[in-house]
């Protein structure tokens, strides 16, 4: 008996994602302007190393953590604004203490007094401590980080392709990035040195996706080279379609794994994870990286035809394929070696 | 693409192999390994979030180096004025500058040059810079403008850190902790990090303490009350005891009679009479003549043990101690007496230094950690296992070999790099499950085209693999730069995320190459297939 194979994207899809441009660019640029806005109206929810400060992890040895007796005896500390937080189990209990004013030793000194105002019963179980110095370091380095991962891979994509394909994937990318920084002020998840690993990732991985539809569309380029643009990228985006949604599902459970079980440590930057290379990287390489190319002039040397005259049929250009590298067999890998 | 060479099949098992190989170790205890050759024994090391144990960023105080360098300099600056007699003179500091106002009609000439000796050329004999340690300006009208140049106070400032990373590793090691690592950061900084520790609390304690020990005379010509109000003569100045000894307030001479440089030995111990704990030491032969001398011109009088401009106690000299050694009593517990003498013995710091990072987590949250990592890994890799073979079949269970071969890879390089494994390290080796069939996926999906373009089976893997392969690589390399990039900004856990995704990229861009084209070459010989079942 044979189980038949799981087949989530049916053969020979032949959406126009093209034509859907008119929308998903709007929507594009009407979600990243409500995520800017979001960023300076909110801010982001800024973690111990980009402001400073101490973090506690406390466990309650017996029962059920008392979050309000231990609110009480930390606002009796005047240590400022101290945020308690139930943090996974009821026993575990988060405490965030402001940045103490007073220099580098101050921190040190506040969080030695709460660890001795919470007493006996209770188990310290992670501590941060965050100077001012340090922490101005970290968001230095972090954005610096950034923007360095950023330039990296423009600087690739420019001598792998052309510029257009550069500058079409690194706007890409930057839209992915605004859109997560604006997920990431709208739902408040602490970030942190973590968050900004799960940023650079998520541009490493959108743009992993973007680079292989990229990849099809300049070996379309060079066997297709009547065929108008619009629809070649439409082939193009079809005949990747399959794998996108394969290896985004592979990705996005490996991803949930992590967020189900990993524990509460991992929690922000899978969630940053999670929404960044699934949600957003797989619309954008589809609908924005792919389409965007046409404004940049992709193939615009070529000699097009006429698209009132000879619409593009991918039926025909498919037993085109077929035919010509079968005639010559043994010149079957040239067109892959020829591309480089 | 499909025909491998019996050597080159040869070869790709054997490097998969060893280097799935080097991870071995990792699943013995340590006991067991320890007894195992030494190229044998390379394993993964467990980052401070698993394994428990405190990081803390030190910093020289600079400002503390540079007073302390200017103070040198105008004390240098007054004893050139005396010997060569150009006082009466007036010597005051401005910032990084000594001015010296010399008696008029003194020979400035001669005294621009007596003073230019002061200034040393920086970098020793091997590395002439050029650049001096002071400069000194000639003003005019028998003023003099010393100042401590920049290069020079770096220069200080280096010596410190590594005097006082010297320091730092004696009193860890009497902590007696597993492999703990003390290295310089920047310029003025020190990263301590140690595994596994109960209670870093003391471990700060420690860190925290320039420990600079001075015995002095108390200055008997002035009630202590009395310099409360602001009455200190100016020879003395005005200490507290200790929190146990209420605070109480000495005046102490500002001359040193013995300095803790002098002492050779220190050991915690209990007083024979009223058995509490103490510390007891030994001066070396310098330290011990000065001390007798002291004490024989000082009995009846009281002397003060000084740590840190905080007094630890004040007895009174009952006899000439001249045997060099002696014991100080001041309230101590057993631990705190242990632990003042692990200080004296590793001797004072060069500069106070100041946390201004500390992370740490207990061995409880580290091992909860590698449990939950563990099980996440699990419950992922299966899933992806699973839907890879809901999704290709036979070819799938290529797909799933290949990726569970790549973690092992994951695991054998890490081990022979003695790489640490951190949380986000954990994340990155379970992301990389959930990429690593990505290659399998673009190659299939290929071949999946290529088959309904008309191609025959053969023709269709061939050409899957050779087409796919370029892309393998290129969509690779982006994710490699953003982990290259991770691994240079980030420290600690996130550069453990950076190692486990690059690697992970490396062996999943080998495993393609190598082991999927090997499993479905062999499959293609030895079935002869006439469709690809995909």
């Given at each position: 008996?044979?189980?038949?194979l ?11 994602f ?10 594009s640029a ?7 806005v ?48 139930q ?28 660890r ?25 380095y ?9 330039c990296a891979?423009?600087v ?22 605004v ?5 990431l ?41 009547r ?49 960044g ?19 940049l002039?992709?193939g ?16 025909t ?24 | ?10 070869a790709?098992i ?13 699943f013995f205890?340590?006991?067991?390994v ?82 230019q ?23 005019g009208n ?48 020190i ?5 596994g ?14 420990a ?46 013995v300095?803790?440089?002098d ?14 704990p ?20 000082n ?16 007895p ?37 230094l ?12 580290g ?36 990726v ?55 023709n269709a ?7 796919a392969?370029?892309?393998i ?62």
């Open positions: 008996m044979r189980i038949p799981l087949r989530i994207v049916p053969d020979d899809t032949k959406f126009d093209m034509r859907f441009r008119r929308i998903s660019f709007p929507i009407i979600l990243s302007i409500l995520a800017i979001l960023f300076f109206h909110n801010g982001l929810n800024l973690g111990v190393d980009f402001v400073g400060g101490t973090l506690l992890e406390v466990q309650s040895k017996q029962g059920p953590a008392d979050l309000a007796k231990m609110r009480s005896t930390m606002s009796s500390l005047e240590l400022g604004e101290v945020q308690l937080q943090f996974g189990a009821d026993t575990d209990v988060l405490i965030r203490i402001p940045q103490q004013p007073g220099g580098e030793a101050a921190q040190q000194e506040a969080a030695a007094k709460v001795a105002a919470l007493g006996y019963g209770i188990d310290v179980r992670r501590t941060e401590v965050v100077g001012p110095r340090v922490s101005t370091e970290l968001l230095a972090g954005i610096i980080g950034l923007l360095m991962a950023v891979i423009f690739y994509l420019w001598f792998r392709f052309e510029w257009q394909f550069a500058l079409g994937a690194m706007i890409a990318n930057v839209h992915d990035l859109l997560t920084i604006g997920f002020s709208l739902t408040q998840i602490e970030f942190d040195l973590n968050g900004i690993a799960a940023l650079i990732t998520i541009l490493g991985y959108s743009l992993n996706d973007t680079v292989v539809i990229y990849d099809r569309i300049r070996e379309m380029l060079r066997r297709y080279k065929m108008p643009i619009a629809d070649l990228l439409n082939v193009s985006v079809n005949s990747t379609l399959s794998r996108s949604v394969i290896t985004h599902a592979t990705v996005t459970l490996a991803l949930l794994a992590l967020y189900f079980f990993g524990g509460h440590a991992i929690h922000a930057f899978t969630a940053t994870m999670l929404f290379v699934v949600l957003v990287g797989t619309y954008t390489s589809i609908f924005i990286a792919a389409p965007i190319l046409i404004y002039g992709v615009l040397g070529r000699q097009e035809a006429d698209e009132g005259v000879a619409k593009f049929e991918p039926e250009a498919k037993t085109k394929a077929a035919a010509k590298p079968a005639t010559t067999k043994p010149a079957t890998a040239k067109p892959a070696t020829s591309k480089r | 693409m499909l025909y491998i060479s019996r050597w080159k099949m040869l790709i054997a490097t998969t192999l060893i280097i799935c190989a080097c991870a071995i170790p990792n205890p340590q006991s067991v320890d007894s195992w050759p030494k190229w044998a024994q390379r394993h993964i090391v467990l980052g401070l979030d698993l394994q428990g144990g405190s990081h803390i960023l030190l910093e020289v105080d600079a400002n503390a180096v540079r007073q302390e360098k200017i103070n040198a300099l105008r004390d240098d600056v007054r004893r050139v004025i005396r010997d060569n007699k150009l006082s009466p003179a007036n010597v005051t500091v401005k910032g990084n500058t000594v001015e010296a106002r010399i008696r008029e009609g003194a020979d400035s000439k001669l005294a621009f040059q007596k003073l000796e002061l200034s040393q050329p920086l970098g020793g004999l091997m590395q002439a810079t050029g650049q001096r340690s002071v400069d000194v300006v000639d003003a028998g003023v003099f403008r010393l100042t401590v140049t920049e290069p020079a106070l770096t220069e200080r400032i280096r010596q410190a850190v590594d005097q006082s990373i010297q320091i730092i590793e004696k009193r860890v090691n009497e902590l007696g902790t597993v492999e703990p690592t003390i290295q310089r950061q920047g310029v003025d900084r990263l301590v990090q140690v595994p520790l109960q209670d870093p609390q003391r471990l700060k304690e420690l860190l925290g303490k320039t600079k020990l001075t015995f002095r005379m108390v200055d008997m010509s002035t009630p202590a009350d009395q310099a409360v109000q602001g009455r200190v003569p100016p020879d003395s100045e005005l200490l507290y005891g200790s929190a146990s000894e209420n605070k109480q307030p000495y005046v102490i001479e500002k001359q040193v009679v300095a803790g440089e002492l050779v030995d220190a050991q915690p111990g209990f007083d024979q009479r009223t058995s509490e103490i510390v007891s030491f030994r001066f070396n032969a310098n330290g011990a003549r000065r001390f007798a001398q002291a004490t024989q011109e009995v009846g009088r009281p002397f003060a043990i000084v740590l840190d401009n905080e007094v630890i106690s004040a009174v000299i009952r006899e000439p101690i001249i045997g060099g050694s002696g014991q100080i009593s001041g309230n101590f517990s057993v631990q705190s007496a242990n632990d003042l003498a692990i200080l004296l013995r590793a001797g004072a710091l060069p500069a106070p100041t946390i201004i990072e500390e992370r740490t987590v207990g061995a409880g949250l091992q909860d950690s590698i449990d939950k990592g563990i099980r996440a890994s699990w419950i992922g890799s299966l899933a992806v296992i699973i839907f890879m073979f809901a999704t290709y079949g036979l070819f799938g269970l290529f797909a799933n070999i290949a569970m071969i790549n973690v092992a890879m994951i695991l054998g390089i890490l081990s022979l790099l003695n790489a640490t494994l951190t949380l986000p390290g954990i994340c990155g080796i379970v992301l990389t499950v959930g990429i690593a069939v990505d290659s399998n996926v673009l190659i299939y999906e290929r071949i999946r085209e290529e088959v309904r373009a008309g191609r025959s089976a053969l893997i061939d050409a899957g693999f050779t087409r392969l370029a892309t690589l290129d969509s690779n390399i982006t994710t490699f730069i953003a982990a290259a990039v991770l691994f240079y900004i980030g420290t600690g856990p996130v550069r453990g995320f950076a190692v486990t995704l690059g690697i992970g990229i490396l062996t999943t861009v080998f495993t393609a190459f190598t082991l999927t084209r090997l499993m479905v070459a062999l499959w293609v010989r030895w079935w002869r297939p006439r469709t690809v079942p995909i």
